[in-house]
């Protein structure tokens, strides 16, 4: 019997013909995020030099009346989380709001039904008087929708300086999109991770447990069993850079040897020379001046911030 060909159309294969057959290889980082990725991403937000978490806990800890503040308006708010993962560092708020009896509904977005799910079940009995709606989709789609939403004020909420996994062009269009989707008396919260000792911020992307390098070459993983691929992830060493002057920290997967790689789905023959990079992730880290060059870039600006004592860690309140 002859072989079926399967062809695949996915955006995921389409990306990594593109990538891979570029020089130099690169492959997104948003293809790290299937359940093993996320599970590997929810390991290193409790690795001890991971500190972007612990700062932001922290910081919504301190400032949750300050914030509360912002967000309130006398006919009630919604509230939009963008990526809303495990919900952690928002029950902080949502606690606080639901105990001085607030108006407003907590509206979680992600693009996993089975995050929004989790979520949800875990709100219905950790803080029960929080009215809830989980929205599925993508942050582009979600935020056209939302538009016209309820017509009271809205308050949109991105946490884990995820914005950093963008190129500032991609950033400009990210907050663009956010800033179309707002009105003038709403309300963006966001947070950024900052410019410190470039030591510190090297140890959160190369812990030694080798969390972070599993979660690296999860894409590597997924390669191999959604495009039927024999990647052997022993031949590829993570590895991660930060320059100081750009902000920009990378992270790569290096070839140990020379060798071919077989993506069959693609019909596809990879060839690796020694030494030779795929560049997974950027993870930018910020300071006021580029924030505000961003912001205004996309029509918003900057009203306030709150951060942690020792400044590694910036959630900032923009307007329109
Ligand atoms: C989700 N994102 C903000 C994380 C970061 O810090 O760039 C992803 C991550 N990559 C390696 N460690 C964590």
């Not at 062809?7 to 990594?16: L, W």
């Not at 606080?96 to 977005?109: C, G, I, R, T, W």
């Amino acid at each position: 019997m002859e072989k079926q060909t399967i062809t695949h159309t996915s955006e995921f294969a389409k990306d990594v013909q593109e990538g891979l057959t570029a020089f130099p290889k690169y492959l997104s980082s948003k293809y790290i995020y299937d359940k093993k990725g996320d599970k590997l991403f929810q390991d290193i937000m409790n690795l001890p030099d991971y500190y972007l978490t612990n700062c932001e806990f922290n910081i919504l800890q301190k400032h949750t009346q300050a914030i509360a503040n912002y967000f309130s308006s006398n006919n009630g708010f919604d509230l939009i989380e963008l990526g809303a993962g495990d919900g952690k560092k928002t029950k902080i708020l949502l606690k606080h709001l639901a105990n001085h009896q607030v108006d407003f509904k907590y509206l979680p977005v992600d693009i996993s039904q089975n995050i929004l799910d989790r979520l949800e079940d875990s709100l219905k009995s950790e803080i029960p008087a929080v009215d809830v709606e989980t929205l599925q989709g993508t942050y582009f789609s979600v935020l056209q929708n939302l538009k016209n939403y309820n017509k009271r004020k809205k308050a949109i909420m991105v946490l884990g300086s995820n914005i950093g996994n963008l190129k500032h062009d991609q950033a400009i269009d990210f907050l663009k999109n956010i800033q179309l989707a707002m009105s003038e008396e709403d309300m963006l919260f966001m947070g950024f991770d900052q410019k410190k000792n470039p030591q510190t911020i090297l140890d959160a992307y190369n812990d030694t447990t080798g969390v972070t390098e599993a979660f690296n070459k999860n894409l590597l993983v997924r390669i191999n069993t959604e495009l039927n691929a024999d990647f052997n992830i022993d031949n590829f060493k993570h590895w991660e850079t930060y320059d100081p002057e750009t902000g920009t920290a990378k992270s790569f997967l290096v070839s140990t040897k020379n060798q071919d790689i077989e993506i069959n789905d693609l019909k596809l023959k990879v060839q690796f020379k020694q030494w030779e990079t795929i560049h997974t992730e950027i993870s930018q880290k910020y300071d006021d001046d580029v924030v505000e060059w961003l912001a205004g870039e996309a029509g918003l600006k900057m009203v306030e911030f709150f951060t942690d004592e020792n400044k590694y860690y910036k959630n900032y309140i923009f307007q329109k």
